[in-house]
């Protein structure tokens, strides 16, 4: 079974550019989450998908980024303009299972963003 | 809220060494508790979980970790560390709902020498 896939591993771009990575998590999950590590920090949750639906985005730093989960399988997260402080590892995981279950988050690779 | 604390953000042993890395946590509801181990270039992966069953939890590897209530911790422990341990290691919370964000420490390097 194929695990939780990100594309691409490495993007390096400018102040000022956009950014779009790219999740697949692993087929039937209905959960999908990202995170981001900045250097030296934590790994911070940004948002939370249940097929193709937000179910909490709270921890979305600003309106900069913007995260889409076309028809509940695969998600996109963009970064418009992207700013020196984006720089950092952006996690993917996924989960199989509703709410009121314990179900593990099994992560991808990553993607590491610099911005110049 | 929650929060997690990972006392060191660097631990080397020796070849054949007991491995502890240590995890203090704060939750204002029973804690799901994970750990993750990242080895370089590779995604997280699942060390072991405690989800409120036994309070000393075996994981692959040869790891384990205990759940200890009164001292709010869930500390990694390997009695004989293996070159390939060396990696980074993760320790997170979550709540017993289910399917909600985990929230990280900031991670323990751990290096193996021999």
């Known amino acids: 079974e194929a695990g939780v896939t990100q594309f691409p591993s490495h993007s390096v771009i400018e102040k000022g550019q956009t950014v779009t990575l790219r999740c697949d998590p692993i087929s039937g999950h209905d959960n999908l989450y990202w995170y981001r590590r900045v250097m030296g920090k934590e790994i911070k949750f940004l948002l939370h998908?249940?097929?193709?639906?937000?179910?909490?985005e709270s921890g979305m730093p600003n309106n900069r980024f913007l995260a889409e989960r076309t028809g509940g399988t695969y998600s996109t997260l963009k970064v418009q303009p992207a700013e020196l402080e984006d720089s950092g590892v952006y996690f993917c995981?996924?989960?199989?299972?509703?709410?009121?279950?314990?179900?593990?988050?099994?992560f991808g690779p990553g993607t590491r963003l610099l911005v110049l | 809220a929650q929060s997690v604390t990972q006392l060191g953000s660097h631990v080397s042993v020796s070849e054949g060494a007991l491995v502890l890395l240590r995890c203090n946590y704060s939750s204002s509801v029973p804690p799901y508790l994970f750990w993750y181990v990242q080895y370089p270039n590779q995604g997280l992966q699942l060390l072991l979980k405690?989800?409120?069953?036994?309070?000393l939890v075996k994981g692959i590897n040869g790891f384990e970790a205990e759940f200890k209530k009164s001292e709010t911790s869930f500390h990694l422990t390997k009695p004989s560390a293996h070159m390939s341990d060396a990696a980074e290691y993760f320790c997170?919370?979550?709540?017993?709902?289910?399917?909600?964000?985990?929230?990280f420490g900031k991670g323990t390097r751990l290096s193996v020498i021999a």
């Open positions: 998908f249940v097929k193709e639906s937000k179910q909490d």
């Open positions: 995981a996924s989960s199989q299972g509703e709410a009121f279950t314990e179900e593990t988050q099994y």
């Open positions: 997170a919370v979550g709540k017993p709902r289910g399917n909600t964000p985990l929230v």
């Open positions: 405690y989800t409120s069953a036994a309070t």
